[in-house]
Every structure is written in C-alpha cells, then in structure tokens.
C-alpha cells in the first residue's frame, strides 16, 4: 500500500498539471473540450461528471491522463465527422499554427513550471549544501550504490573504508600527486576506475600511506554509459541558506539538468551508446517512489522525485513521436508550411504506429523492471 500510495503521490500532481495546461489552453484559444481526465478509464471504469458540454473523470488506472478536443485524431484513433463535415470554429483543426502549438505545449510548460516551484520551494525552505574545496573527508561509506552491467542498481564495497579511511582525514597524495583541493581527488579518482591507486593522508598528525583498488561506477555521461572511478568518500560541506530569487535561478537550472540529461540519454538509446537495458518504466517508479516513502525524510525526497519525474514527463511529452505531444506538433507545423490539413488516413496511419511504438515501449519497460526486481 505504501508503494503504491506513493506513486500516486509523486505521478498524480505532474499528470494532472500537464491535462490541466491543456484544458486551460483550449480554453483560452476556443477549442471545445470534450473530456478532461485524470487515469484512463479503460473498460468504463471510473468515475465521471458532465459539467456543460465536458465530461470530467477519474480514471481507474492511473497510469496517466488525457484531454480530448474536438477535431483532432489523437491516440484514440476517433476519425469520426473529421473528413466528411465542415471545420467548425471550435475545432483544434480550424486553428492556426500557433494556436494549436499552444494547446500542444501547454501541458509540456506546465510540467517544467511544477519542476521549478517544487525545486524553488525545497531550496527556499531547506538552504543548500555546499562543498568546502579542501581535501578533507567529510564522511566514508560502507557500501556504494551502483548500476551493474545489466542495468540493475546495487552495491559495492567501498574501497575507501576497506582502506581504513575515516572522517576528517586529509588527503595529501594520490599516485604520488599532491592534492590541493577536493577537485583535485575527482580528478585522480574518477579517471581510473578498477585501478590500483597509493594515497597518501594525515591523520591527527600521523601520517598513513596505502593501496587500494578503485571501484567502478557505471554512469550516463552526455548520451553515453562510461566508467568512473569510485572512492567511496564526500566532501565537508556548509549550509547555505537561499534568498527566494536564489531559489529560484538554481531551481530554474536544476530543472534544465535534469531536461538536459534526460535528452543525452534518449540520443544515447537512438545511437546505441546507452543498452536499452538501463530503461525503466511504471514499474521501477513504483519501486523507486515506494523506497523512498520509507526513508528519512520521505515527503521532502517524494517531492524532490515529484520535480524530477514532471521535467522528464515534459520532456518526453515534447518529443516529436507520434502519440504525444510533440508528434502533433509536428504535423501541425507541417501542415502550417504546406497550408492544408494532411490526408485523414495518413494521420491515422502515424498516430497507429505511434501508438503501437508507446504500447511496446511500455510492455517492454514493465518487463526490464521486472527483471531488475
């Protein structure tokens, strides 16, 4: 029940927001909202009101959420008056491009908004950590979380505890390097994964020198999956305490990392560089939110998940596949440089494949996390 509870929790608000943007958009622009959703309500189940001419619902399985306007052929297939009637006014299809980008973008803009506010409000509350820049162990782990070659989370020794290293231990050397600052042991370390390394550092002023092998960390690094080196120690840190407008500006980039990692590694997947073994669906976010809900903290870090997921749904959704967002952005652009709607069954034709494409992704997730678990 947590796990699932959970889920809800961190999926429910950034699906919600992104149908919402939608439905204020058409809105805005005149295009007549038919339904407004929040979960799918396969096979009728759920729990709907007609409010005017929009039918309002909550969907059974909540594994997403839709807004259905008049005259558009989206992932429901329903051609339906598209090719035989008049455009009437209120119709996506009678709006101009940048109407219909609107209502297109508006859910992805929602999403990025959610990730911004969350992010400003955590850092506003909460302040930041940041790393004091001298070669001073801050804490040493025992065992350090990795993905292995199959794309499943687990855990390594720490190198740095079985080397006996202990809090506020300096580092003086690495290979015979002389350390100045806490970058300078990124340096050395991360560059040598599954090496044999010498250190040499004080402790209360004795002196200690000795090997250890270096972990290896398996990391996704600007579309790519490359090995790092891994000690198994943190830095000192101060607290820093935010202003609301410096809340805002690291949110505001926290939120374009996380849009920019989440881009590499889609290239990544279309390239080959990253093994489609390293992606998660439904599945692992229940796994992940479920955890977390159990940890120190769990509404703070739910939140914090919350932010991450809604970037990455935005980003997803803008994505020019046919199915989501972005793909109908696409044609509308498309169809705004030929200036004429496109042939009904080659729309019928894209958005097939695209949904055959979402439904295969999503079987084939479902089953990368079962695997993982």
Known sequence: MIYFL?????IAIPVFLHELGHYMAARSVGIKVEKFYVGFNFFGLGIKKKYKDTEYGIG???????????????????????????????????????????????GVIM?????????????????????????????????IPVFDENGKASEIPSPAYELGLMENDRILEINNYK???????????????????????????????DSVKVGIGILPEKGSIVEKGILGITAQTKHIDLTFFNSFGIASMRTFEIIRDTFYSFIGLIT???????????????????????????????????????????????????????GHAALAIVEGIIRRDLPLNVKYAIQSIGFFLIMALFIFTIYNDLVKL
Do not use: C
């Open 179 to 209: 350390i100045n600052n806490w970058v300078d042991i990124g340096g050395q370390i991360s560059s040598k994964p599954n090496s044999m390394v010498q250190i040499k550092w004080e402790r209360n002023g004795s002196f200690f020198t």
């Open 60 to 106: 059974a399985f909540p594994l997403g959420g839709y807004v259905k306007v008049a005259g558009i052929l989206d992932e429901n297939l329903d051609s339906d008056n598209l090719e035989t009637s008049e455009k009437k006014d209120y119709e996506f299809r009678s709006k101009n491009v940048f109407q219909k980008l609107w209502f297109l973008s508006a």
């Open 6 to 10: 959970s889920f809800i929790f961190i």
């Open 272 to 326: 080959g560089d990253i093994s489609f073994k390293y992606m998660s669906g439904i599945v692992g976010i229940v796994d992940i939110a479920g955890q977390t809900a159990q940890q120190e903290q769990a509404m703070l870090k739910l939140l914090f998940l919350m932010a991450y997921i809604s970037a990455n749904l935005g980003l997803i959704n803008i994505l020019p596949i046919p199915g989501l967002d972005g």
């Open 111 to 143: 999403n990025f908004i959610l990730s911004i506010v969350i992010f400003t409000g955590i850092f506003y509350i909460n302040g930041v950590s940041d790393i004091i820049n001298e070669p001073i162990i801050g804490s040493v782990s025992e065992n």
